[in-house]
Nanobody, 119 residues
Framework: QVQVVESGGGLVQAGGTLRLSCAASGRIVRVNSMGWYRQIPGKQRELVATISSAGSANYADSLKGRFTISRDNAKNTVYLQMNSLTPEDTAVYYC?????????????WGQGTQVTVSS
């Protein structure tokens, strides 16, 4: 079994920063791409950023320059540094990981962490 767990969400004022973390654990041979997505109530889940195992990052165009994705392969952990937050960034943030286990390659999702930005 593989688990993906996010942490670091919370309430922050506009203009503030937050750092989200997401760790994959369990029967893991290798973690390939990891990523962050977010979902506002009533809207579809949208891409925030992804990062390959080699460290190549991809961002939603609207978030470039404010958000930074990084990872620690030794810990199977991905981070999302969020700066200059606005109320429009309020959402549930989800992490996913493409995990190769002993039996298969599968994408796992975390349960989500709430980020609320007050004006």
């Amino acid at each position: 079994q593989v688990q993906v767990v996010e942490s670091g969400g919370g309430l922050v004022q506009a203009g503030g920063t937050l750092r989200l973390s997401c760790a994959a654990s369990g029967r893991i041979v290798r973690v390939n791409s990891m990523g962050w997505y977010r979902q506002i109530p009533g809207k579809q889940r949208e891409l925030v950023a992804t990062i390959s195992s080699a460290g190549s990052a991809n961002y939603a165009d609207s978030l470039k320059g404010r958000f930074t994705i990084s990872r620690d392969n030794a810990k199977n952990t991905v981070y999302l540094q969020m700066n200059s937050l606005t109320p429009e960034d309020t959402a549930v943030y989800y992490c996913n990981a493409d995990v190769l286990s002993l039996l298969e390659l599968q994408t796992y999702w975390g349960q989500g962490t709430q980020v609320t930005v007050s004006s």
